[in-house]
C-alpha cells in the first residue's frame, strides 16, 4: 500500500489544469474527494506520475437548483449533497442514494464528479444521473462541451471524457414524480449487488413517464428504455412491473464476483428493480 | 466482621479490587491516540524492509536477480534464501513441528509467499525496489483442495520426499502431514451399528483470518558494541520469541531482549513467528543498522496465519427419545504449504477433542488427518481455545442435525443430554476433564428470559404466512450452547516447543505503598492493565489504582507463555492470586510484630490487618509496606516482593447459552437479526464491563465468520478476498445489540475461581448466528447448509429447496 513516486500538482486555475493536462496526457489524472483513485495509486494498479488536485479550483463546489434546472459541481462532496435541503426538497432521489454510498467518513471526501468522472461501474452516481437524464459538462482546450450521462459510459472506466477534459458540474430538470433508490450490499462501504434508481410520474391512476437504471450489472450503468417503456400507461401494477423487470434483465449483463454468481445476480436484480418501482409508485 | 459496616463498604470500594467495573485504564492512552505500536518506533538511522511475494500458488523459482533493485538509490540489501542459507536461517521450525521456509527455496508452495527481502533507507525506496527484483518463476500444477492433494501425484513437499514420518506420527501420502486419533473407535462404531438413530453430516467449517486491526510487524536492533539484539514486535508470546530467537541465532538468550509494545489486537494471528520477524534480525545483524519490517492489510490477509479451513464428517448416535449414545468425528484439516498450526506440542489438531460439546455422551472417537495443499500456513485459534471454535460449531451442528432427524425442539434435545451438575468434575469421552457447569440453570435461564416458546410459536405462524405468502420473510430462532477449555495449560500435557505452559507474575511493592506487578502475558486489548491489578487489589489490599501492571519486556518481565487461548485469567490471573497471597503472607507477619501479637492472632480485612477480635488495633497495608523497608524486624528480611510461577492443575472450562433471532429475506438472502442474547458462565467475575466489551467483541467476530468473512482462493491458489473490500470486518452499521448476561460457576481449581471470557462469545457465537440461518429453513427441508452465509449463499439454499419458484 505504498504508491509509486509521482508530482503533486495543486493548480490555482481551470486554465492550469487544462494545460497540464495538455502536457503530460494520459500521465495526468485530475483528482476530486481520491477516494478511488488515492487506493489504486497505493495498490500500484493505477499508475499516475503527475497527480493534479483540483481542490483550490474555485466555483467546483456549487450547487443552484434555480428555475426547474439543478446543477451540481464536480467537487460537492456526498455530504454536501445530502444536507443541502434546497436539492432534497428539489430531487429527494439524490439524497436517498447519496445516503448509500459509502460510509460517512468517505462521504466527507468522495464527490459526486469523481463519482460520476471516474467510469467504475460500481459507482452509485452514473445509474442515477443516467435515469436523472442528466448533461455532464466537461471543459478542455477547445471550451465546454455537454454530454448526455445516458451517452457518457463507453466501458468500465471508459468514457466519453478525453484525457485533456476535466468533469466541471452535472445538470438536469427537476425530476417529477414518485423517485426510489434501493440498494442491496453486503456491508457498508460495499458497491452495490444490485442498485436501481427509479422515477416516476403518475398522471390519473397510470404512469405517464417513467425512468429506469441500475448499478453495478454491466461494465457500464443500464438505463433501459424498454424497461421504462413497458411502464408508461399502465397503472403500474404487478404485470407492469413484471414486463419491466423482464426488460431490464435483457439489458443488464452481470459477472461473477464475491457477491455471488450471476444466477443470484440476475435474481436479486429483478426484486431490487421491483422493490425500487413500487416504492417510487407509491410516491408518485 | 462479616457485615459491612459504612467505613469498610468505602473501603472496600476504594480498592477498585474484583468485581468492580473500572474504567480501563489502557483507555485514556488509547483514546488519544498516544499509544505506542511497532510501526511508531522509530529510531536513528533505521532502514525499512518489504518483500517481494510469490504472485503464483505453486512454482518452481528458476532465478532471481537483484541488479535493477540494488541499483536504485537507497537500496542496501536484497535478500534471498541463498543469503540465508549459510546462517541456516532459509529455513524456520514451526509451532506444530514442521519447518517453513523463510524466503522462497528453490519454489514457491502459496500465493503471497515471501522469496525475496529488500532493505531499504525509506519506506518508499523499498516498495519500488521490490518491483524491481526480477523472478523467473516456472509455474506447478496447484492444489486447493485437500482432498484432491490427498489423491494426486504432484508433490507439494519436495522437502519431506521419503519421509513416511512426521512430527505427529505416520503420513500416509506425500502430501498428508499426521493422523490424529483420539477416543474408542471400535467402541463408538459399536454404538452407531447398533444405535436407533444415526445422524450424519459433513460441514466445512471455512478458512478465515483474524485480521487484527493493526497487521504484524518488528523493528530489529542489533548492537554489534555490546552484542545485544532487541527486537521489537507484534508478539503474543514475547518470551517464547525470545527464546525460539536465541535457538536459531546461536546468540545466548541473555543478549536478547524482546518487547512487545501495545498491540492493536491479535486473536491468535500474531502467536507465530512470521518470516518479516526474521529478515527484519538478519538484515539488522548484516548491516549493523535498526530494520523495521510492517505489513500491510493485503500480506496481512494473504500471507499469515489464517484459521479454521476443517471438513468436518460427523456420526451421531441416540436412542429414538434423544438419548445421545454415542459421537463420531473425521476431520480433513487443510494446513496449507506448511504445518504452522499453533497448538500445544502433543496436539496437532488442538482441543479438537472437546467436540462432545456439553453433553454427557459416553463414548467418541475423533480422527483429524491434515493435510498440505497450496494456501497460505496457519491454522491458529481465531479469538478462541486450539481449534475450539471447530469442536464446537461441529457439535452444535450435529445436535441440529439430530433434532430434524428426531424431529425433536433442539433446545429440548439439548435439555436432556447435558452433562448435569452433580457430574462435575466430569470425564468425558475424549478425556477432559470438566472442572464445573450448571448448564440446566444457564440454558432455563437463557431461554425463559428470550421466551422461547413463543418465539418458537411466532415462527410457525410466520412459515405458515409464508406458505400462504403473505411474507417472504422466514425467521429462525439460533441456539447454541457451548463448554470451552481454556488456559492452557498443565505442564504436563501442554508445551509449546518443548516449553511448558505455565505462566508468572512477580510483584513489589513500593515502600510508600503502590507496587508495580508484571506478568508473563501482554494485553492486546483484553484490558490486562486494568483486571490484573483488581485481582491484586482484592489479594493484597491496595487500590487497583496504586498498582501498575507491566508486560511484554522480556528483560523486565518474568517468564511466561503470553497471551492466546483464553490463558491469561486462568494462568497468570492465578499466579497474579498466588503471588498476592505471598505479599499477604509475609505482610501478615510484619503486621503481627507492629502490633505485638502472634502471627495467627491478626487477620486480613480488606486493606489492612486487625487482631482479631479488636479491629480498632490494625495496621494498613501502606503502613506495613513501609515498615518493611524502613524498620528491623527480627526473622523477617526486608523488602516486600513476591513470584509466583503457576502451572495450572487443570484447564478451565467456561459455557454459555446464546439465542439469536433473525429474520431473512428469502429473495435477497438478506438476514436481519432482530435479537442476540448472550449467557456467559465465565466462573468468577473480575470486571464485569470488561466482561461484557469482550462479549461485545467476540459475538461481532463471531457474526463476521458466520456471516461473511472468509479467505477464498480461486482454482489456480489466487486470493480472492485480499482486501477489506471482500473481506468482511464488521462495523457498527452490521453489529445488532447485543443482550448480555451471566450465571457464576467457579472454578473449583483456580484460586479465584475465574475461568477466562475473551474468547467464549466467538466459540457460542459462531454456530449462534449459523443455527439461526440453518433453522429458518428447517420447516422447508433444510438439514444443513454451509458458512459462510452471505447474501448469495442464504439465497442459494432458499432456491435448491424451491423457495424462488
Avoid at chain 2, 214 to 239: I, R
Avoid at chain 2, 352 to 377: E, F, Q, R, W
Avoid at chain 2, 425 to 446: I, N, Q, R, V
Amino acid at each position: 500500500m505504498i504508491p509509486a513516486a509521482f508530482d503533486y500538482y495543486r493548480p490555482k486555475g481551470m486554465d492550469e489544469v487544462i494545460a497540464l493536462l495538455q502536457e503530460h496526457g494520459d500521465d495526468a489524472r485530475v483528482m476530486a474527494g481520491g477516494h478511488s483513485l488515492i487506493p489504486m495509486m497505493k495498490l500500484r494498479m493505477a499508475e499516475v506520475p503527475h497527480l493534479i488536485d483540483l481542490q483550490d479550483i474555485d466555483g467546483l463546489s456549487d450547487i443552484s437548483v434555480d428555475q426547474g434546472r439543478i446543477t451540481i459541481g464536480a467537487m460537492v462532496t456526498q455530504h454536501d449533497l445530502i444536507n443541502h435541503d434546497g436539492l432534497t426538497a428539489a430531487a429527494p432521489i439524490l439524497r436517498e442514494a447519496a445516503l448509500q454510498i459509502a460510509d460517512p467518513q468517505v462521504r466527507y471526501m468522495g464527490t459526486v464528479g469523481g463519482n460520476v468522472a471516474n467510469g467504475d461501474p460500481g459507482n452509485d452516481m452514473p445509474g442515477l444521473m443516467q435515469c436523472l437524464d442528466a448533461q455532464i459538462h466537461l471543459i478542455g482546450p477547445d471550451g465546454e462541451r455537454t454530454v448526455a450521462a445516458r451517452d457518457y459510459y463507453e466501458a468500465a472506466y471508459m468514457t466519453d471524457r478525453e484525457d485533456d477534459e476535466v468533469l466541471v458540474s452535472v445538470s438536469m430538470d427537476t425530476p417529477q414524480g414518485g423517485y426510489a433508490y434501493e440498494k442491496q450490499k453486503r456491508k457498508i462501504g460495499d458497491y452495490a449487488t444490485a442498485a436501481a434508481a427509479v422515477q416516476i410520474v403518475k398522471v390519473g391512476g397510470s404512469v405517464k413517464s417513467a425512468s429506469v437504471a441500475m448499478t453495478n450489472l454491466s461494465d457500464v450503468p443500464v438505463w433501459s428504455e424498454a424497461a421504462c417503456d413497458a411502464l408508461v400507461g399502465t397503472a403500474c401494477d404487478a404485470a407492469a412491473v413484471k414486463s419491466a423487470v423482464a426488460a431490464m434483465l435483457g439489458d443488464i449483463d452481470p459477472a461473477e464476483d464475491n457477491r455471488g454468481p450471476v444466477a443470484f445476480k440476475r435474481h436479486v436484480a429483478g426484486i431490487i428493480l421491483t422493490r425500487a418501482i413500487e416504492r417510487a409508485w407509491s410516491r408518485a | 466482621m462479616n457485615d459491612l459496616t459504612p467505613d469498610r463498604e468505602e473501603r472496600s470500594a476504594n480498592l477498585k479490587g474484583m468485581g468492580c467495573s473500572r474504567k480501563r485504564v489502557e483507555d485514556a492512552r488509547f483514546t488519544q491516540g498516544k499509544g505506542n505500536y511497532v510501526d511508531d518506533i522509530k529510531l536513528p538511522g533505521m532502514l525499512h524492509g518489504d518483500f517481494v511475494r510469490s504472485p503464483y500458488a505453486h512454482a518452481r523459482v528458476v532465478s532471481i536477480n537483484k541488479d535493477a533493485a540494488m541499483a536504485l538509490p537507497g537500496v542496501v540489501a536484497v535478500l534471498t534464501a541463498e543469503d540465508l542459507a549459510p546462517l541456516n536461517l532459509h529455513w524456520m521450525p514451526t509451532l506444530a513441528g514442521d519447518k517453513q521456509m523463510v524466503l522462497a527455496d528453490g519454489k514457491v508452495l502459496f500465493q503471497g509467499q515471501e522469496v525475496a527481502f529488500v532493505v531499504a533507507s525509506d519506506r518508499y525506496v523499498a516498495a519500488d525496489a521490490v518491483e524491481l527484483v526480477e523472478v523467473e518463476y516456472e509455474e506447478l500444477p496447484v492444489l486447493t483442495d485437500p482432498f484432491e492433494a490427498l489423491k494426486s501425484d504432484v508433490v507439494l513437499r519436495e522437502d519431506l520426499a521419503g519421509q513416511t514420518e512426521g512430527a505427529h506420527g505416520p503420513r500416509k501420502h506425500h502430501n498428508h502431514i499426521f493422523t490424529w486419533e483420539q477416543g474408542d473407535e471400535t467402541g463408538t462404531n459399536q454404538v452407531l451399528d447398533n444405535a436407533e438413530v444415526v445422524a450424519e453430516e459433513t460441514m466445512y467449517y471455512h478458512r478465515t483470518h483474524p485480521c487484527p486491526l493493526e497487521t504484524c510487524g518488528s523493528v530489529a536492533s542489533m548492537d554489534k558494541v555490546n552484542g545485544k539484539l532487541t527486537l521489537w514486535g507484534t508478539f503474543q508470546a514475547p518470551h517464547v520469541v525470545r527464546t525460539v530467537a536465541s535457538l536459531l541465532s546461536g546468540i545466548e538468550e541473555h543478549n536478547i531482549r524482546v518487547v512487545s509494545p501495545d498491540i492493536g489486537g491479535g486473536f491468535g494471528n500474531k502467536v507465530g513467528v512470521y518470516p518479516g520477524y526474521v529478515c527484519s534480525i538478519v538484515a539488522s545483524i548484516v548491516t549493523g543498522k535498526p530494520v523495521k519490517w510492517v505489513e500491510d492489510r493485503m500480506e496481512n490477509l494473504m500471507s499469515t496465519a489464517f484459521a479454521r479451513d476443517y471438513w468436518m464428517t460427523g456420526k451421531i448416535a441416540a436412542t429414538k427419545d434423544g438419548k445421545i449414545t454415542g459421537l463420531h468425528c473425521h476431520v480433513t484439516a487443510d494446513h496449507g504449504g506448511f504445518d504452522a498450526c499453533a497448538d500445544p506440542t502433543k496436539f496437532p489438531a488442538g482441543f479438537m477433542n472437546i467436540c462432545t460439546g456439553s453433553y454427557d455422551i459416553p463414548v467418541a472417537y475423533l480422527a483429524v488427518d491434515g493435510v498440505y495443499t497450496n494456501k497460505a500456513p496457519g491454522g491458529v485459534s481465531y479469538r478462541c481455545s486450539f481449534r475450539v471454535t471447530e469442536a464446537v460449531y461441529f457439535i452444535e451442528r450435529m445436535i441440529e442435525v439430530l433434532a430434524i432427524e428426531l424431529d425433536m425442539d433442539a433446545a429440548e434435545l439439548r435439555r436432556i443430554n447435558f452433562i448435569k451438575k452433580e457430574q462435575f468434575p466430569y470425564t468425558a469421552a475424549l478425556g477432559w476433564e470438566y472442572d464445573s457447569g450448571d448448564y440446566h440453570t444457564a440454558w432455563d435461564k437463557a431461554l425463559k428470559t428470550v421466551d422461547y416458546d413463543g418465539l418458537r410459536k411466532e415462527q410457525a405462524e410466520r412459515v405458515e404466512a409464508f406458505k400462504r405468502g403473505e411474507t417472504r420473510k422466514l425467521m429462525g430462532v439460533g441456539l447454541s450452547f457451548f463448554t470451552e477449555i481454556v488456559g492452557a495449560g498443565p505442564v504436563k500435557n501442554c508445551d509449546i516447543l518443548g516449553m511448558g505452559m505455565f505462566d508468572s507474575c512477580e510483584i513489589r511493592i513500593h515502600p510508600t505503598g503502590s507496587a508495580i506487578a508484571r506478568l508473563g502475558t501482554i494485553s492486546q486489548g483484553q484490558g490486562h492493565a486494568t483486571t490484573f491489578a483488581q485481582i491484586l487489589a482484592s489479594e493484597i489490599g491496595i487500590s487497583a489504582d496504586s498498582i501498575t501492571i507491566e508486560e511484554g519486556d522480556t528483560d523486565t518481565a518474568p517468564y511466561g507463555l503470553g497471551t492466546y487461548g483464553s490463558r491469561s485469567t486462568p494462568v497468570a490471573g492465578a499466579a497474579t492470586a498466588m503471588a498476592g497471597r505471598k505479599i499477604r503472607a509475609k505482610a501478615q507477619m510484619i503486621a503481627a510484630y507492629l502490633l505485638e501479637v502472634h502471627d495467627d492472632d491478626v487477620e486480613f480485612d480488606i486493606d489492612r490487618f486487625v487482631v482479631k477480635g479488636a479491629p480498632e488495633k490494625f495496621k494498613t497495608m501502606k503502613e506495613i509496606a513501609y515498615a518493611a523497608y524502613n524498620q528491623a524486624i527480627p526473622g523477617i528480611e526486608p523488602g516486600l516482593e513476591a513470584v509466583s510461577y503457576y502451572d495450572p492443575p487443570n484447564m478451565t472450562y467456561p459455557f454459555g447459552a446464546y439465542v439469536c433471532v433473525m429474520d431473512i429475506d428469502v429473495d435477497t438472502g438478506v438476514p436481519e437479526i432482530r435479537r442476540f442474547y448472550a449467557l456467559d458462565d465465565c466462573g468468577t467475575r473480575i470486571n464485569p464491563m470488561i466482561i461484557e466489551g469482550q462479549v461485545h467483541g467476540g459475538l461481532t467476530e463471531a457474526l463476521a465468520v458466520a456471516l461473511g468473512q472468509e479467505i477464498a482462493y480461486d482454482k489456480l491458489g489466487n486470493v480472492k478476498t485480499g482486501t477489506l473490500m471482500d473481506f468482511f470486518l464488521p462495523t457498527a452499521w452490521e453489529v445488532p445489540n447485543y443482550e448480555t448476561d451471566y450465571t457464576v460457576t467457579p472454578s473449583p481449581h483456580h484460586p479465584i475461581g475465574a475461568k477466562g471470557v475473551g474468547e467464549s462469545p466467538h466459540v457460542g457465537g459462531v454456530p449462534c448466528f449459523s443455527n439461526a440461518v440453518q433453522d429458518a429453513f428447517r420447516a422447508f427441508g433444510l438439514r444443513h447448509t454451509n458458512m459462510p452465509h452471505d447474501h448469495w449463499r442464504i439465497w442459494q439454499a432458499a432456491n435448491q429447496l424451491g423457495l424462488h419458484d
